[in-house]
């Protein structure tokens, strides 16, 4: 049974930095694409960045390009998402997912939230203006 488990979420002031962590356990991940997604209250939740394991292709969503940097860690079986020159629109539940399947996936899969098929529960992130 796959389980991911995020944390490093907080209170950080806009321009501040933190980085979240999605230790991943119950499987060998070496074939998964893992992503990151947020949901900030009354809105949907939406793609933030997403790394295939197996060759470290990273994908990103346009608001966080060039100030969030997604990357993992094998030996510690943990992706990171580490997040610069935070906004207050940056405010979000954060969540981690995982799914297996990415050699069918087109190219627009790693931006759809109903292609992944495990998920953790999330870390809140706060940015204040």
């Known amino acids: 049974q796959v389980q991911l488990v995020e944390s490093g979420g907080g209170l950080v002031q806009a321009g501040g930095s933190l980085r979240l962590s999605c230790a991943a356990s119950?499987?060998?991940?070496?074939?998964?694409?893992m992503g990151w997604f947020r949901q900030a209250p009354g809105k949907e939740r939406e793609f933030v960045a997403a790394i295939r394991w197996s060759d470290d292709h990273t994908y990103y969503a346009e608001p966080v390009k060039g100030r969030f940097t997604i990357s993992r860690d094998n030996a510690k079986n943990t992706v990171y998402l580490q997040m610069n020159s935070l906004k207050p629109e940056d405010t979000a539940v954060y969540h981690c997912?995982?799914?297996?399947?990415?050699?069918?996936?087109?190219?627009?899969?790693?931006?759809?939230?109903?292609?992944?098929?495990?998920w953790g529960q999330g870390t809140l992130v706060t940015v204040s203006s």
């Open positions: 997912a995982a799914d297996p399947n990415s050699s069918s996936w087109s190219r627009t899969s790693y931006y759809r939230s109903y292609e992944y098929t495990y």
């Open positions: 119950g499987r060998t991940f070496r074939s998964y694409v």
